[in-house]
């Protein structure tokens, strides 16, 4: 049957494709789950935790479980560029970082969700977007992003994406201010440090 996956009392709980636990920090608010299917191609079930006070998205945190659709060809694979991949906006960790029961790609990024909402209707940012809407919650187009992906199965055929999002406003810039140098880089690096630890704070994987 369909992997059964629920959140009470802070504690959300995954009973394959992974089986997970995850302590969810107690500042945030579940949206729910939407689920989809991703460029016909794959079925994917997000779940959505906000940390909005006053009707202003501080924290988005999103889990994503992907899985390729039965006569799908392919598995899901993801690579470390040599020594990371480091961009002035944009940043793979040189290792896989292990959280729980599993190893993870980790990587940041400072991005333009509208526009990847306006590229592509029908997919992830889009829906974000949307709900976000629905919900009266208002959601800021750039953000920074600290996301854990990783293969799930001795065949690949499924993933899991941890998603930890704030307004790039938190760092005082926009995204056209940010700066393609050795400065820019090291500034964005320290933002993106910073992120990760407070990502790590928010949710934390249970061993199994």
């Known amino acids: ?5 629920t959140f009470e009392d802070g504690r959300f709980v995954s009973s394959a494709d992974p089986a997970l636990e995850v302590r969810i920090a107690p500042e945030f608010d579940y949206l729910g789950s939407d689920s989809f299917t991703l460029k016909d191609r794959a079925a994917v079930e997000r779940h959505i935790w906000v940390k909005a006070p006053k009707g202003e998205v501080e924290v988005l945190l999103i889990f994503q479980f992907e899985g390729l659709m039965d006569g799908i060809e392919g598995a899901y694979s993801f690579g470390i560029p040599e020594g990371g991949n480091l961009l002035y906006n944009y940043n793979i960790d040189a290792e896989r970082v ?3 029961a599993l ?3 980790h990587s ?3 991005f333009d969700n509208e526009q990847s909402a306006r590229e592509a209707p029908e997919a992830e940012s889009a829906r974000t977007v949307k709900l976000m809407a629905e919900k009266g919650l208002k959601l800021p187009g750039e953000l920074m992003m600290s996301r854990y992906v990783t293969e799930v199965g001795p065949e690949k055929r499924n993933e899991l994406i941890l998603f930890y999002m704030e307004p790039l406003a938190f760092t005082g810039k926009r995204l056209s201010e940010l700066e393609n140098s050795d400065a820019g880089l090291a500034a964005y690096q320290t933002w993106a440090a910073e992120l990760s630890e407070r990502g790590l704070l928010a949710f934390r994987v249970a061993p199994r």
């Open 103 to 105: 190893d993870y790609v």
């Open 1 to 5: 049957g369909q992997p059964v996956r």
């Open 108 to 110: 940041t990024w400072a």
């Open 98 to 100: 292990r959280l729980g």
